[in-house]
């Protein structure tokens, strides 16, 4: 009988944005829903995505784009007070049956009779604990209760990770309902051969992504680096990269051919929920070298170097052993590949179709 259930078809609301990675989650998940015979809406908060982003995302899903802006994107949370309304109507006009939000904090007075599913790919709180090991305060203040109101409103709290789970609940007190759903990329194409260099791929500006160390790191190796992502920010932040090549904001179809092409690919990031960038380079075969967080260590243990997230001698130091190891780095390219195939986008979207029953059963008991 459940499974009969978990595969009934439903027009589902997505949230999302065009800045970071949820995008692309939002992408990849509503293409297996729409596969499977789901509709789906997807809501887009923020910067407006580009034609070609829209255009993929309207080949299996409607698109539609809300004023409201992101909550990490406001410092007066006043600015979020019409979202409550804006996905009532979009509800109202789609006959929507569950809403699924990639931030907690947009179920915060969310009052609808369908179930909802929050998905917290990353929080300000979190990130201000995993970078700066600092408390919300001030400006920001606001967004813990906001938070904690929307994952205690929600039928269904998700997580990427266990390690973004833990962290959660370090951050806000026990959640109830709350699972993990790893998050999964579609399979690439490995390149014919590799290349001599690094790459590495981020939204260089924003601080957790250890830009610094990345570029140190960059400037006593032996092998050029290459760094897809922007440098700027919607916010005005801004990183320098003086010895790596940046190749600034790149289609992610280039990003994962340069994946497929180079020898090693690095995450420096101090913060990671999931970390897409590092399973996309897993399922071309790329050997990894990754900061030694929870996260990495959670997913890729036995299957990339690891080094301290501070020490660009660390990285530096991993780069030497691969450069001058072939073989070692066709074993961990050869691991990764098979760690990797672990991240299916089917699983995930199965997964996640278990989690909106739960929801829908939980909702009828509110």
């Known amino acids: 009988m ?18 970071g990675g949820v ?3 939002s992408l990849d998940l509503s293409r297996e829903l729409a596969a499977a015979g789901n509709g789906v809406v997807l809501a887009g908060l923020g910067p407006p995505p580009s034609a070609e982003q829209a ?19 406001t410092h007066d949370q006043r600015d979020l007070d019409r979202l409550p309304e804006e996905l009532r109507e979009l509800a109202k006009v789609y006959a929507i049956d569950l809403l699924h939000l990639n931030a907690p904090a947009q179920a915060a007075g969310l009052d609808l009779p369908c179930p909802v599913v929050a998905v917290s790919h990353s929080c300000v709180v979190t990130w201000l604990h995993a970078v700066r090991g600092q408390a919300v305060a001030n400006d920001w203040a606001w967004q813990k209760d906001r938070n904690r109101a929307g994952l205690d409103r929600a ?22 309902r709350l699972s993990v759903v790893y998050n999964s990329a579609a399979p690439g194409q490995a390149a014919a051969h590799r290349e001599t260099f690094v790459f590495a791929a981020a ?10 160390v990345l570029d140190a790191a960059a400037a006593i190796a032996e ?7 922007p440098l700027d ?36 990031s101090r913060y990671e929920p999931f970390g897409l960038a590092a399973l996309e380079a897993a399922m071309a075969g790329t050997p990894l070298v990754l900061a030694d967080i929870g996260t990495y260590r959670e997913i890729w243990n036995g299957a990339a170097l690891f080094f301290d997230a501070r020490d660009q001698h660390a990285l530096a130091g991993c780069i030497a052993r691969l450069v001058h190891d072939h073989v070692l780095r066709r074993q961990l390219g050869q691991r990764a590949a098979r760690r990797a195939r672990k991240f299916s986008p089917r699983s995930q979207a199965t997964a996640m179709r278990e989690i909106y029953e739960q929801a829908a059963m939980a909702a009828t008991e509110r």
Not at 57 to 72: G, M, N
Not at 240 to 256: F, K, M, T
Request: glycine share 6%.
């Open 223 to 229: 092998w050029p680096f290459f760094a897809a992502g």
């Open 155 to 176: 039928d269904a709290v998700v997580a990427p990770s266990r390690s973004h789970a833990d962290m959660l609940e370090t951050c806000y007190g026990p959640i109830p």
């Open 55 to 73: 255009d993929e995302a309207r080949s299996f899903a409607a698109l539609e784009w809300l004023k409201t802006p992101p909550d990490w994107m």
């Open 203 to 212: 939204r260089w500006w924003d601080e957790g992504k250890n830009a610094a």
């Open 233 to 268: 920010g919607p916010e005005g932040q801004h990183a320098r990269l003086q010895h790596c090549v940046s190749l600034g904001p790149i289609p992610h179809e280039e990003v994962r051919r340069l994946m497929a092409r180079a020898g090693i690919f690095v995450s420096t």
């Open 2 to 19: 459940l499974q009969s259930l978990i595969h009934r078809p439903r027009r589902i609301l997505m949230t999302t944005d065009a800045v």
């Open 23 to 25: 995008w692309q989650y």
